[in-house]
């Protein structure tokens, strides 16, 4: 079974400071990885994603995420903080050999940004 | 290229009545799917399309809630009647069936409250 663990329903940061929103995953098979974001309105739009290949992975907007299989995390950070990355985070898991890509989701964390 | 879309937007209705949401997923893909998000919880997802057919449906709730996609293009999910924990935001997501692929591709959502 898969499941995922967002620590921290609001994270805020000033502009210009280094984003990091952690993502803690459980997987039973070889797992794929994703981080949507939702802004206001909108619906989840993908930021990046691992799927087996490099471990580092970047993303659209200077994001990027790293796959650390012996922590079974999959954090998200971004070195500059922009007042327009402030949005709800997401990050998925699934196993889509397994059980057709059904996508396990966290509880989500709403990033704040300061001027 | 048109994402997914879904309608309506909002919908308010009361208890015991009926409502029935659509999906409409990116052309060309097999694969639909729907999610739900309740108060701010994790994303949960409902069922899973390929083409017509129902390939999990292990997400759904109970009998009240109904998915249908003849034809193998849009989606509709009826719930009835409805309860007041059936609200919540509803979404629906495609993706292709590639090797290699497997993200999914979200629409905006549709937010059910139920009175």
């Known amino acids: 079974a898969q499941s995922v663990t967002q620590l921290g329903s609001h994270v805020s940061v000033s502009e210009g400071a280094l984003v990091l929103l952690r993502c803690n995953y459980s997987s039973s098979v070889p797992p794929y990885l994703f981080w949507y974001v939702q802004y206001p309105n909108q619906g989840l739009q993908l930021l990046l994603k691992y799927t087996s290949a490099a471990t580092l992975v970047k993303g659209i907007n200077g994001f990027e995420a790293e796959f650390k299989k012996s922590e079974t995390s999959f954090h998200l950070t971004k070195p500059s903080a922009h007042m327009s990355d402030a949005a709800e985070y997401f990050c998925a898991v699934s196993a889509p050999l397994y059980n057709f890509n059904k996508f396990y989701f966290g509880s989500g964390t709403k990033l704040n940004v300061k001027p | 290229e048109a994402g997914v879309t879904q309608f309506p937007s909002h919908s308010v209705i009361e208890k015991g009545q009926t409502v029935t949401l659509r999906c409409d997923p990116i052309s060309g893909h097999d694969n639909l799917y729907w999610y739900r998000r309740v108060m701010g919880k994790e994303i949960k997802f409902l069922l899973h399309?390929?083409?017509?057919?129902?390939?999990?449906e292990s997400g759904m709730p109970n009998n009240r809630f109904l998915a249908e996609r003849t034809g193998g293009t849009y989606s509709t999910l009826k719930v009835q009647p409805a309860e007041l924990e059936d609200s919540g935001v509803y979404f629906c997501?495609?993706?292709?069936?590639?090797?290699?692929?497997?993200?999914?591709?979200f629409g905006p959502g549709t937010r059910l409250t139920v009175t």
């Open positions: 399309f390929v083409k017509e057919s129902k390939q999990d």
């Open positions: 997501a495609s993706s292709q069936k590639l090797a290699g692929s497997y993200e999914q591709y």
